[in-house]
């Protein structure tokens, strides 16, 4: 039986206990609140006591906790590296490359993946233009119909080399998903058509936006009704303490943002010269 643990890249305390809640019972659960969009997956990867990572973001909420467990085992079993929806298609509002899935949902085989692994220098340092063509043919063999998006796209996010190098290398599964009726989130399926999960998308809007603090509360408050569970309401004591939590998560954040810079203008040039 593998050692299974739940990631999550957190800012948000308040949704953070909204999703968190909604976990599969008796699995540990890891919050990270200061790694950047590829060092989180390299933070789990050096967690050597977990075989399967189960990565969540704080803004998607289980529908289906037994579907999420027994998709988490398949992947172990059948030898998978890596499990999730593409970066485009009908259930995601991107239209990026459809190769990598967008971290929102991912069952990660970390055992199976240390096996090639040898660190973040290895995924940076590799080259998707030279084996774009050989990898847009194994993945459009994979799925059922071709996804809208652009094969090209290879450094949109900082996570995207982690998840190009994952498909180069090992076998990725693609789960199907489909836009909710708010127009906006996310239903995310397993292969057999169980609801896994709803991504709200636009986290950082909380709080900040009211129209879309109103859909992402209801898209919260429709999750935990479909599972007949209540959501626990915020109290004042923890208020006053996520809004410490966040202010100092906008100065990491700010330092976080400064210290890709220089990768940035680095993909910036390379656009400019065609590489």
């Not at 999703?19 to 890891?30: N, T």
């Not at 693609?174 to 995310?188: F, Q």
């Not at 923890?238 to 890709?260: D, M, T």
Request: aromatic share 14%; net charge positive.
């Amino acid at each position: 039986m593998p050692n299974i643990k739940i990631y999550t890249r957190s800012f948000s305390p308040e949704l953070y206990k909204f999703s968190k809640a909604l976990y599969p019972e008796g699995v540990e659960a890891v919050r990270m609140t200061d790694r950047t969009a590829d060092g989180y997956f390299y933070a789990m990867l050096r967690d050597t006591d977990c075989d399967i990572a189960i990565n969540i973001d704080e803004d998607a909420y289980v529908s289906d906790p037994e579907a999420v467990m027994e998709l988490a085992q398949r992947v172990y079993e059948e030898g998978w590296a890596n499990a999730g929806t593409s970066d485009c298609g009908p259930g995601c509002p991107r239209s990026h490359n459809p190769i990598v899935t967008n971290p929102f949902f991912n069952i990660l085989n970390l055992k199976l993946i240390r096996e090639k692994y040898k660190g973040p220098a290895q995924i940076r340092a590799f080259e998707y233009k030279p084996v774009s063509e050989q990898m847009r043919e194994a993945f459009l063999s994979q799925v059922s119909a071709p996804l809208t998006g652009d094969f090209d796209i290879y450094d949109f996010e900082p996570y995207y080399s982690f998840y190009l190098w994952l498909a180069y290398n090992f076998k990725t599964l693609y789960l199907p998903a489909e836009r909710h009726p708010d127009g906006l989130s996310t239903i995310l399926y397993d292969g057999s058509g169980r609801e896994l999960c709803r991504h709200s998308w636009m986290a950082r809007k909380y709080k900040v936006d009211p129209l879309q603090t109103r859909r992402i509360t209801a898209l919260i408050d429709e999750v935990y009704a479909s599972r007949g569970i209540k959501r626990a309401a915020i109290t004042n004591s923890e208020r006053a303490a996520f809004a410490v939590e966040l202010g100092f998560g906008y100065i990491k954040k700010a330092f976080i943002r400064i210290s890709r810079w220089p990768g940035k203008i680095a993909r910036k040039v390379r656009h400019f010269r065609g590489e």
